[in-house]
């Protein structure tokens, strides 16, 4: 399940506006899909939340060209008022789409007890794809990590980084890794491209950014290792028993170790009471939690 986005949260529960523009057919279509992604067939508009909208499916005329990542809505299907499916409805053919569906359904079988994924079931047709999943009843661990304790904060952050490795092992052992990548990775090299994007949108001292470019190239090559590739706190959700993971359309296709630790580090320190400055800075820091959090990166090395 996909949560909303904070916009989403205005959203009131409303029958599905005018973003169809071929009637009832339309919305046949969308509700046989539905149904064959493994939701009940008598499910009407009043059984439905839309809870983001990005553009029409299929584009209007005039923008037939346009497609992928950046058309479709997410909706939130009603089992007697309950919140029982998270849908999402994009153009078909969006790869996006193909590959977290896929890696759902694989991911959805580790055995990990450290980290969930929820299942998925897709369905397409020649003009429209959707996936439905199981509605998750949690927060974004945005919500909960700055109320967190030190110890709680920091137990968590090792649930986590232990349950995705959990995840890459299996995704690597299951046939599914990438196949034909180099079994080293160049860290300089890897770095370059990300570091001149960056360079504009997080200024970084001279000195610093030095020190980073030196240190990744006395770090030489490394093993590669398949990454989730998106694990900030967004794609978390909290429950009462469990941790749950979300977005997994660029799963394995970064291959870089450590990234998903410094990811999930650096986006939640940077909600924890008492930490300033930017991300290296408060990785960086001398009190007592950044000071763990670089342990946990030193044993994660380690252990990676």
Excluded at 291 to 302: D, E, G, T
């Amino acid at each position: 399940m996909d949560p909303p986005s904070d916009r989403s949260n205005r959203t009131s529960r409303t029958p599905i506006p005018r973003i169809f523009h071929h009637g009832v057919r339309m919305n046949s279509e969308l509700a046989r899909l539905l149904a064959e992604a493994g939701v009940s067939s008598r499910v009407g508009w009043q059984d439905v939340i839309l809870v983001q909208n990005i553009a029409p499916v299929p584009p209007p005329a005039g923008c037939s060209g346009v497609g992928g990542w950046e058309r479709g809505f997410n909706l939130v299907v009603l089992d007697r008022g309950t919140p029982a499916y998270f849908c999402k409805c994009r153009a078909a053919g969006d790869a996006a789409l193909q590959r977290d569906t896929a890696m759902r359904i694989h991911l959805g079988q580790s055995p990990s007890r450290n980290l969930s994924v929820p299942t998925a079931q897709g369905a397409v047709s020649d003009r429209i794809a959707v996936q439905v999943s199981p509605f998750i009843r949690g927060s974004h661990y945005g919500r909960v990590v700055s109320k967190q304790s030190t110890t709680t904060y920091l137990e968590t952050i090792r649930v986590i980084l232990k349950g995705v490795g959990e995840l890459c092992d299996f995704f690597e052992g299951g046939g599914l890794g990438q196949t034909g990548k180099a079994t080293s990775i160049d860290l300089a090299a890897a770095a370059r491209t990300s570091l001149e994007l960056i360079a504009p949108l997080v200024p970084l001292d001279t000195l610093l950014f030095d020190a980073i470019s030196a240190t990744l190239r006395d770090a030489g090559a490394v093993l590669s290792r398949s990454q989730h590739g998106d694990l900030w706190w967004r794609n978390l959700l909290l429950t009462d028993d469990q941790v749950w993971a979300i977005d997994f359309e660029g799963f394995g296709l970064v291959q870089v170790p450590l990234y998903d630790d410094l990811t999930l580090l650096s986006s939640t320190l940077a909600l924890r009471p008492g930490q300033h400055g930017g991300i290296v800075e408060r990785l960086a820091a001398s009190n007592a939690e950044s000071s763990a959090c670089r342990r946990i990166l030193r044993s994660r090395a380690m252990w990676e």
